[in-house]
């Protein structure tokens, strides 16, 4: 150490012993002034712009008196800001900056401020333009939304980014390997809707899985059932969250996943697809040359309403946890799982309207009211499984330490993080006009809408001009939901199978006694530790949520003129913490002449 290090004489050149003189200590004042000039002559990182509210917010904070609460000093200077201005800075700014819109404020008045905006304001300035849509299907407008994703640079510069984003591994039985699926933009988050995690956002036309629930999946992390899945082939502005193997071909290896293969067969075929069991499925002719994008979520978390209105075809506006998944080594892209879903379908007009012309959008909410942790506090499942195995083998005088395999998944009963909000656009199918076009009639939207929501969840219909209903739907401050009853359930061993060699494996590999689990597998195991192993593993398996509420009858719009909408911020809402989804909800928009008036 410095402090017990000696001075140790040397040699000149002559060959005389010489000790080295000591340096003369450099005065503070001096060293003090080289620093300063060394940060100063240092590159600086930019400074960020002051924004729309960087100045008067100062001033407001300067004027007002000591102990003013910051989100009153914040509320003053958002009133200051007039309107025009402020939606021109809002359209320009970044993302991230959009998507944290409303983490500064306090969450009881998320829904003062938007009451307080008029329709022409929260429309967008430009409306999105429409892509492509299925042959013979209704245009992209009945379904559209301004949501811009935060850009993930890698998945801007290099096609195969995916392939090495987790380094090349698949899952594995060391909890420093990957989970089975990994969140892009901070590989260590679980929900969505942070800063460093924010909420993936895509519209696009639904190709529905088959079998619409997986058949394949591990149970646990599955407690609320195997998957829900269908694909999106995603309007061109959200390409990005497509990895390159979402084509359905390993671009390294050449194999063929089989699910994805088939459903960009669907999405980008103009007639129709050969099946192997001999049909043939209708296909959509979409261009999708990066491929279509996986959805997944577990089917008991989603009412069967609404998997039922997801067919090929279907308009859809997707949200939430972008993610490679891990747990195969082609690491295709994936919203796994959503936190929004809407789907839009078209329909007949509402019945005992004899006004309403053309066609009506309908179009139905959904959002995920728990989110299942990977980890089990131990490491992934795999290695969970691993320690339960040593529970088992370890015995004190002959008694086992542990008397079951267990694996019981965390449930987070608040399903995202931060404050994520998203704005939607809806409009009616056009109107088919025959014969020799003539002077058009007056008309005017019809709005039919409700909404089922937890306290903290706002939701805004607005008049967003041009025929459009406009959504705005903040996920605020929720309290922890209840979860359903857990009946759960035994998974045996030999339910692994063949489809699940490589879980077995990897125990096998982590296992410290490996010969006990792969003798029990073959039936030669000690009697104890059979006994143990042959109860099976015990997981969770939990009751459905209750997809209805006595809050779904109160307070529904119903055939409303677009411009008869009450701004309250409560208009079609009704609030029910005894269930647990976010949001759910219908909403219906179709066109109705003016009937004339007689004096």
């Not at 209704?138 to 987790?166: C, E, G, H, K, R």
Request: aromatic fraction near 8%; hydrophobic fraction near 40%.
């Amino acid at each position: 150490m410095a402090s017990t290090r000696k001075n140790r004489s040397s040699k000149n050149g002559t060959g005389e012993k010489t000790t080295p003189t000591p340096k003369k200590p450099v005065p503070t004042s001096t060293r003090r002034a080289a620093t300063e000039k060394a940060r100063a002559a240092a590159p600086r990182k930019p400074a960020s712009p002051p924004g729309p509210f960087g100045k008067t917010l100062l001033a407001n904070l300067q004027r007002s008196p000591a102990g003013t609460p910051d989100w009153t000093v914040l509320l003053r200077t958002l009133k200051a800001i007039p309107q025009a201005e402020l939606k021109k800075a809002l359209a320009a700014a970044r993302p991230i900056e959009k998507a944290l819109l409303f983490s500064q404020l306090p969450a009881d008045q998320i829904v003062a401020q938007l009451k307080a905006l008029p329709g022409e304001f929260l429309a967008p300035a430009a409306p999105p333009a429409p892509p492509p849509a299925p042959a013979g299907g209704p245009p992209a407008s009945i379904l559209m939304t301004t949501y811009q994703n935060v850009p993930f640079q890698p998945a801007l510069d290099d096609p195969l980014w995916s392939m090495t984003f987790t380094g090349g591994q698949t899952i594995g039985y060391d909890s420093k390997l990957p989970w089975e699926w990994m969140s892009v933009y901070d590989q260590s988050a679980e929900r969505e809707g942070s800063l460093n995690n924010p909420l993936a956002g895509v519209t696009g036309w639904a190709v529905r899985g088959d079998p619409r629930i997986s058949s394949n999946d591990v149970w646990f992390v599955h407690p609320f059932g195997n998957d829900f899945q269908f694909f999106v082939a995603v309007d061109p502005q959200y390409d990005m969250l497509l990895g390159s193997s979402n084509t359905g071909t390993n671009p390294k290896t050449g194999e063929v996943d089989d699910d994805f293969a088939e459903a960009n067969a669907v999405a980008g075929t103009a007639g129709t697809t050969a099946r192997d069991d001999g049909s043939h499925r209708p296909g959509l002719g979409l261009p999708v040359p990066k491929g279509v994008l996986g959805v997944e979520i577990e089917h008991l978390q989603v009412p069967p309403t609404f998997q039922d209105a997801i067919n090929d075809g279907t308009r859809v506006a997707v949200f939430g946890r972008w993610i490679v998944d891990c747990g195969h080594d082609d690491f295709h892209t994936e919203i796994h799982p959503p936190l929004l879903m809407a789907a839009a379908n078209v329909a007949p007009p509402p019945a005992g309207r004899p006004n309403a012309i053309g066609q009506r959008t309908s179009v139905q909410l959904v959002s995920r009211p728990f989110t299942v942790s990977q980890d089990f506090g131990d490491g992934n499942f795999v290695q969970h499984l691993i320690d339960e195995l040593v529970k088992v083998e370890s015995t004190y005088l002959g008694i086992p330490s542990s008397w079951r395999v267990e694996a019981h998944p965390h449930v987070f009963p608040t399903p995202y993080q931060g404050r994520p909000f998203v704005k939607l656009l809806i409009q009616p199918p056009p109107v088919p006009h025959h014969g020799p076009v003539t002077v058009p009639t007056p008309r005017r939207l019809m709005v039919s809408c409700h909404f089922t929501c937890r306290n903290g969840v706002v939701v805004q219909p607005f008049d967003a001009g041009n025929g459009t209903l406009g959504l705005i739907i903040v996920f605020g401050d929720l309290s922890p939901a209840t979860l359903p009853e857990n009946v759960g359930q035994t998974i045996q061993w030999s339910q692994l199978g063949k489809d699940y060699e490589k879980i077995i494996k990897l125990i096998e590999a982590g296992n410290i006694a490996s010969q006990l689990l792969g003798t029990f597998l073959l039936g030669l195991g000690g009697a104890l530790s059979d006994w143990v192993l042959s109860r099976g593993i015990l997981t969770d398996l939990y009751d459905a949520p209750p997809y209805s509420s006595p809050a779904d009858f109160q307070n529904v719009v119903t055939a409303v003129p677009i411009e008869a909408l009450p701004n309250t911020g409560t208009a079609g809402v009704a609030y029910d913490d005894g269930q647990p989804f976010p949001i759910r909800g219908t909403v219906d928009v179709w066109w109705e002449t003016v009937p004339p008036i007689f004096e």
